[in-house]
């Protein structure tokens, strides 16, 4: 056997201070596997199954049937919400994950999406990233809180919600919001948003989503009287959209920075070397030549300093023998918290340049505030991360995506992504193909985010 293999064969002998005991980590392990075989897809799965799988095991475990919730705005789309009682000291402290994900095709994939792998050291499997590391940790600390007696100083409550990914009617957080306010209402939240980056295996930054950009999809469209194939003449509305999108393809934002996003660009610099180190340094003063190489550098790097517009879907044409009366094309814009859709709007219909072409906003979500720094919830995740990975920075984050937790800061509740959970900064597969979570990595998490939550629920 390899070297590298034997390291795989120990990943159950950890040691003892940074993952959790053999009986939690069994049960972690198999509720994360049973709802990454839930197919949750977010257009054609249903996330129902997995809230009930769940509440079941939480009444098994002793739960009162009125502190454990399932439901939401469909049939299919139920939530789970589950309450751990504490003295009543402090407001809750919500944990939110979200059951839906992304679609998956099993022919784009080397094996089957929704059956959980573990192989060569990774969890294999959609959303075992995004989101349902994170929901099954909650679900078994909470069981281990319960197995132990915990008498926290706050209530504890646990949300698993649905359609985080796109939104739309039947979302949870906005249903809670809007219904069960009081199901959820606390006075902070750990969500996602926040992750461990590792560069070559060495864990180099925890960090600790604060804020996110904000999105918006815009929908660019030609219309044309058609006509008979045969008959082809210079106006095509296919090809003045792929016009269009060649503009848009080479549209830059301008470089903004936040106080959140030049100290991560600051930080950075002291953690990389050579020319890049002095770039990351120059960047985070706002040196234009030093953001554009930066930008360049990296694609999570470029997202974080601006404004991003990307074409995600296309249609056009409506029969094989016909001259396209109408071609259209989805762009997604991931924007600045202090920028406006409009605002946006308005870029690309100037970058666009054709009154031929019309720009509309199909939907947008809206910014959020940022959260204020907790002294607790940073200080508390900062001497976590010193004690299970010396060395390793903590560190404020903007997300370049978006998390629910956009709608529990506009109602109010401020939320941190956190997980303790690292991945290689080269080779995040949230939403992508052969999504996978190291087996290592995620055990860690599970201790991490239980004694993190621990230590924010007692009075001291």
């Known amino acids: ?37 839930s197919n949750t897809s977010y257009d054609t799965g249903k996330t129902t199954p997995a809230a009930e799988a769940l509440a079941k095991r939480l009444l098994d475990a002793g739960f009162p049937r009125e502190d454990v919730v399932v439901g939401g705005a469909a049939p299919h789309k139920a939530n789970l919400v589950a309450r751990y009682r504490g003295t009543g000291e402090a407001r809750p402290l919500l944990l939110l994950a979200h059951l839906d994900v992304v679609e998956a095709k099993r022919e784009d994939w080397t094996f089957d999406p929704f059956t959980l792998l573990e192989k060569d050291g990774y969890f294999y499997g959609r959303g075992t ?5 994170q929901a099954a940790i909650w679900v078994a600390n909470l069981i281990r809180y319960k197995r132990e007696g915990l008498r926290p100083s706050r209530d504890l409550i646990v949300a698993l919600t649905a359609d985080e990914e796109g939104g739309g009617p039947n979302n949870g957080v906005d249903w809670l919001l809007a219904n069960r306010k009081e199901l959820i209402d ?54 003045r ?61 470029n997202a974080v300093m601006r404004t991003t517009c990307v074409a995600t879907g296309l249609d056009g044409g409506h029969a094989e023998n016909a001259l396209p009366q109408t071609a259209g094309a989805r762009v997604n814009c991931r924007i600045l918290p202090d920028e406006t859709p409009e605002q946006v709007e ?36 900062r001497s976590l991360t010193s004690t299970f990975w010396p060395g390793v920075v903590t560190l404020p984050y903007m997300v370049m995506g978006g998390t629910d937790g956009r709608m529990l800061r506009k109602a109010g509740i401020p939320t941190y992504g956190v997980q303790g959970i690292f991945y290689d900064a080269g080779d995040i597969r949230f939403h992508g193909r052969d999504e996978r979570v190291g087996v290592r990595e995620f055990y860690e998490g599970q201790e991490f985010l239980y004694r993190l939550v621990k230590d924010l629920s007692t009075t001291r």
Request: proline share 7%.
């Open 1 to 37: 056997m390899s070297p590298f293999l034997l390291v795989l064969a120990a990943v159950p002998l950890l040691p003892v201070e940074t993952t959790s005991p053999e009986p939690h980590r069994q049960l972690v392990r198999a509720i994360y596997e049973e709802l990454v075989n």
């Open 129 to 133: 990233g995004d989101d349902k590391a």
């Open 186 to 239: 606390a006075e902070f939240c750990l969500n996602e948003g926040g992750w461990g980056e590792m560069r070559g295996g060495k864990r180099l930054l925890n960090l600790v989503q604060v804020g996110e950009k904000h999105s918006a999809t815009y929908r660019l469209e030609v219309r044309n009287p058609g006509g008979h194939s045969s008959m082809p003449v210079p106006e095509n509305a296919i090809y």
């Open 241 to 301: 959209l792929a016009a269009a999108l060649q503009r848009v393809a080479a549209l830059e934002f301008p470089f903004r920075l936040n106080d959140v996003t030049r100290k991560y660009l600051e930080t950075l610099a002291g953690l990389e070397g050579g020319p890049l180190a002095s770039s990351l340094r120059l960047a985070s003063a706002g040196g234009a030549e030093a953001m554009r190489a930066v930008a360049k550098a990296s694609p999570q790097w």
């Open 346 to 381: 308005a870029v690309l219909r100037r970058t666009v340049a054709d009154d031929q072409v019309a720009v509309s906003i199909a939907r947008a979500h809206g910014a959020s505030p940022m959260s204020p720094l907790r002294d607790d919830v940073v200080a508390v995740t």
